[in-house]
């Protein structure tokens, strides 16, 4: 199994590289894990709810053809299932024992494209709260580690 974090936006404030690094090579023991930036549509100051909508497919054309053939996309949206992280360990030893690999799709600041949302097999949500589009990266990795950490036994996790 491999997990792909196909991202929309490249330039992270410092503090989220820090924290993300981090938690991406404490990961890498347990599970391969590849970042795949992907570029966020420039915006203006004073676009419409099109444009909005524009960029949004823009962006959501860029995941989906970062996709590899055979990845399972999961998209991460604020209606999403929401799992605790005792489920979402549970999940990815289901990943992991039917060799699947996982590509999860961060949008943009105004989210994932309709496409990205029809093409996904299942929807995500780490949090009913809104979030800072960046704070997402980091959160996620420190799930995904803290939920490989439950399925190896490391003593990281402590419920």
């Known amino acids: 199994m491999k997990i792909r ?10 503090w989220v590289l820090t924290g993300f690094e981090d938690y ?8 391969q894990t590849q970042v795949i930036e992907l570029p966020m549509a420039k915006r203006g100051k004073n676009d419409s709810q099109a444009d909005i909508l524009k960029y949004c497919q823009l962006e959501g054309e860029s995941i ?8 399972v996309l ?11 992280t005792e489920k979402l360990a549970l999940t990815m030893k289901g990943w992991m024992q039917d060799g699947q690999d996982i590509a999860l799709a961060i949008g943009g600041p105004d989210g994932l494209s309709d496409q990205v949302r029809q093409a996904a097999a299942w929807h995500w949500s780490l949090s ?7 704070l997402v ?3 996620l990795i420190e799930q995904l580690y803290r ?3 439950i399925n190896h036994n490391h003593p990281y996790h402590r419920a």
Request: proline fraction near 10%.
């Open 24 to 31: 991406f090579k404490r990961i890498q023991p347990f599970v």
């Open 64 to 71: 989906l053809n970062a996709l590899k053939p055979g990845e």
């Open 128 to 134: 009913k709260l809104t979030m800072p589009h960046p």
């Open 147 to 149: 939920a490989m950490s």
């Open 137 to 139: 990266r980091v959160l």
């Open 5 to 14: 974090l196909l991202t929309i936006g490249q330039k992270m404030p410092a």
């Open 74 to 84: 999961i998209a991460l949206e604020v209606g999403g299932r929401e799992l605790s």
